[in-house]
């Protein structure tokens, strides 16, 4: 009698696993957005507590029953509850269409001005006190540049001087030699080069702050770490520099995309 009660039992346990094996079943869809990407949001069986997150085109996989509940949860969506009946069961594919998530703010007043969030309308309610510098100070030669070390080696390599004491010039005084012997050596020309490369660098690194570094990579096509190089190779190219002067940043882009070409080309970067 135990063995046909153990047996019984048995059969039972095993009906009632098949049964259920036979309810289940991999439900297949995809989450829907019209604005938002429906990439890496979870999908969850909050019933069975199995989890899938859904791929770059929004597409998941995930076992189901019959009276079981999906839960879908993003950071940039709102949570969506998605029972699952026997029309949804029976269903080949579903799609499951998804609400941005907004997060509204309080609102805040911006004072003592009175600020609207309209920078057009903002920007002339603003006073802002001028920094002290040597112009607003009204100091003398405070609108002279200060030379770089190359220009002060350039204009002590140069210059012609007068010092005290006897020497070559006459008893009163003696000029310095240095201008003609850098002259003769070569080291004024040098100078002069030197000065005029810098100024040259500083231009073109001045030009390369127009523009993000995105446009050269996704419009020139030139990688990343070959910007500066390739900015040096339009830099020692009279129609850049002609166009520099010109301060015209659509002339100068034109020659910059001229000059990509050539630069792709002659690194075999196409």
Request: aromatic share 8%; hydrophobic share 40%; charged share 25%.
């Amino acid at each position: 009698m135990k063995k046909c009660l153990l047996a019984l039992l048995l059969f039972l346990i095993a009906l009632t696993g098949f049964t259920q094996e036979q309810d289940s079943k991999l439900l297949q869809g995809k989450v829907t957005s019209t604005d938002k990407d429906v990439v890496g949001v979870v999908v969850q069986n909050i019933t069975t507590k199995d989890a899938v997150i859904t791929d770059l085109e929004g597409r998941f996989a995930i076992m189901v029953h019959e009276k079981d509940t999906l839960v879908f949860s993003a950071v940039h969506f709102l949570r969506k509850t998605l029972p699952i009946t026997p029309d949804l069961l029976r269903s080949n594919f579903i799609e499951v269409p998804l609400q941005e998530f907004v997060n509204q703010l309080q609102e805040v007043v911006v004072s003592p001005y009175d600020l609207t969030g309209d920078l057009s309308r903002d920007v002339d309610r603003v006073v802002l006190e001028k920094d002290v510098t040597a112009e607003a100070l009204q100091l003398p030669n405070a609108h002279r540049s200060i030379p770089t070390q190359s220009e002060r080696r350039l204009q002590e390599a140069s210059a012609m001087r007068v010092m005290g004491g006897g020497g070559f010039g006459g008893a009163g005084g003696a000029v310095s030699l240095n201008p003609i012997i850098n002259a003769i050596t070569g080291r004024t020309k040098m100078l002069k080069n030197r000065v005029k490369l810098e100024k040259n660098y500083a231009q073109t690194q001045e030009v390369q702050g127009f523009y993000a570094d995105s446009l050269f990579v996704a419009t020139l096509k030139i990688p990343m770490e070959k910007i500066d190089d390739f900015m040096y190779f339009c830099e020692v190219d009279e129609n850049f520099q002609e166009a520099v002067k010109s301060q015209d940043k659509l002339r100068i882009w034109d020659v910059i995309m001229n000059k990509s070409r050539a630069y792709r080309k002659n690194n075999d970067l196409d």
